[in-house]
């Protein structure tokens, strides 16, 4: 891990780094899509890109998050930076649990699995194990569930080649 990804994790549970992140996430969105999902949160931790569908739109709607693997899936946690309201793509994959994923520029069909239980916990483990702020932002959070999903890839086919640049 380089010394930058190093001090992001120790700095990571401070409110004004949630902040400053809050305020950093549309332009990495941006970045996320220019480089076609290759970097991500700028390359400091491991990250993806997951499209759901709007809830109420109807529309694609994009987000960079961090992640773990677990076995072929991919763990994230709907943390919101600690903030007291659930984040937008949570409750588009809860109405509509179809999403993709990028994943260092790979393009992955996804159904999200809400986890609960013994599972949960399971999953919490491996994903404070990588971003010990997770803990902080429990607190921060409130009387809100943090949601934690596991995105298994679906059978639509194996995880397509990493697009080209043009």
Known sequence: MSALGTLTR????????????????????????LTRGR??????????VITTIGRRSGKPRS??????????????????????????????????????????GRRIPVRAVLATGAERDRLWQLLVTEWPAYRAYVERAG???????????TGRGAPAEPRSAG
């Open 39 to 48: 970097v991500v949160a700028l390359g400091l931790i491991p990250s993806l």
């Open 63 to 104: 987000n960079p998050l961090l992640y773990v693997p677990d076995g072929d899936a991919y763990v994230v946690i709907g943390s919101n930076w600690g903030q007291t309201q659930q984040p937008a793509w949570s409750l588009n994959l809860l109405a509509e649990p179809t999403a993709e994923v990028d994943v260092r």
């Open 143 to 153: 009387d809100r569930e943090i949601r934690v999903f596991r995105l298994e890839p």
């Open 10 to 33: 120790r700095v990571g549970h401070h409110r004004w780094f949630g902040a400053a992140a809050r305020l950093l996430v549309p332009a990495d969105r941006i970045v996320g899509r």
